[in-house]
Nanobody, 122 residues
Framework: QVWPVESGGGLVQAGGSLRLSCVAS?????SGWFRQAPGKEREFVAA????????YYADAVKGRFTTSRDIAKDTVYLQMNSLKPEDTAVYYC??????????????????WGQGTQVTVSS
């Protein structure tokens, strides 16, 4: 089993940066980052393959966010730069046992973290 634990959220001004970490012991064929703002559905942010060779991003964060993996530390990161107020949400890390290719779908993932709040002030 792979139970992710996120950390690194907080309050930041617009234009600032935050780095989220997700520790997940055990092998995951893919890891994803999702976010959910109040009153909205959970949405895809970024994903990375188990090897770390492939990454995927939602259009809304492309060029601003970067995901990476440190296999030795069982940790996945989400570096968030040029943050905007609309990035405010609870951010979740997720892990997939068997990756089928639909990295942007919530149901691709088997294990979810508890979430970490990111608030961007204007």
């Amino acid at each position: 089993q792979v139970w992710p634990v996120e950390s690194g959220g907080g309050l930041v001004q617009a234009g600032g940066s935050l780095r989220l970490s997700c520790v997940a012991s055990g092998y995951a064929s893919a890891s994803g980052w999702f976010r959910q703002a109040p009153g909205k559905e959970r949405e895809f942010v970024a994903a990375i393959s188990g090897s770390g060779d492939s990454t995927y991003y939602a259009d809304a964060v492309k060029g601003r966010f970067t995901t990476s993996r440190d296999i030795a530390k069982d940790t996945v990161y989400l570096q968030m730069n040029s943050l905007k107020p609309e990035d405010t949400a609870v951010y979740y890390c997720a892990a997939a046992k068997y990756y089928s290719g639909t990295y942007y779908r919530v149901d691709e993932y088997d294990y979810w973290g508890q979430g970490t709040q990111v608030t961007v002030s204007s």
